[in-house]
């Protein structure tokens, strides 16, 4: 069974970084695209960031370029998000999901894990 799963939430101040990790199980990740998706409360998912099979592809959505890195280590079967200069409104449920491209459209992916909360607040 394929399954995304996330880790590395948290409570973190203004200004300051986390690390989300996404690990696969019943597959080779190498094979997908992988993307990081958020829903904060009352408000819609929104694509994150996502990178390509060989990590040769990277994209990010304007509203965290320049802070968020995504990156991948095939060799454990992990993508991650590396988090800096966070701020109030980045706080929401982060999920990772799997494509065959990397994309911003959520339609286009599948696999969800379970999602990791991440809150950022004085």
């Known amino acids: 069974q394929l399954q995304l799963v996330e880790s590395g939430g948290g409570l973190v101040q203004p200004g300051g970084s986390l690390r989300l990790s996404c690990a696969a199980s019943?597959?080779?990740?190498?094979?997908?695209?992988i993307g990081w998706f958020r829903q904060a409360p009352d408000k819609e998912p929104e694509w994150v960031s996502c990178?390509?099979?060989?990590?040769?592809?990277?994209n990010y959505a304007d509203s965290v370029k320049g802070r968020f890195s995504i990156s991948r280590d095939n060799a454990k079967n992990t993508v991650y998000l590396q988090m800096n200069s966070l701020k109030p409104e980045d706080t929401a449920v982060y999920y990772c999901?799997?494509?065959?491209?990397?994309?911003?459209?959520?339609?286009?992916?599948?696999?969800w894990g379970q999602g990791t909360q991440v809150t950022v607040s004085s």
């Open positions: 990178i390509s099979r060989t990590s040769g592809t990277t």
């Open positions: 999901a799997a494509s065959q491209t990397c994309i911003g459209s959520s339609n286009l992916y599948g696999a």
């Open positions: 019943g597959f080779t990740m190498n094979v997908a695209a």
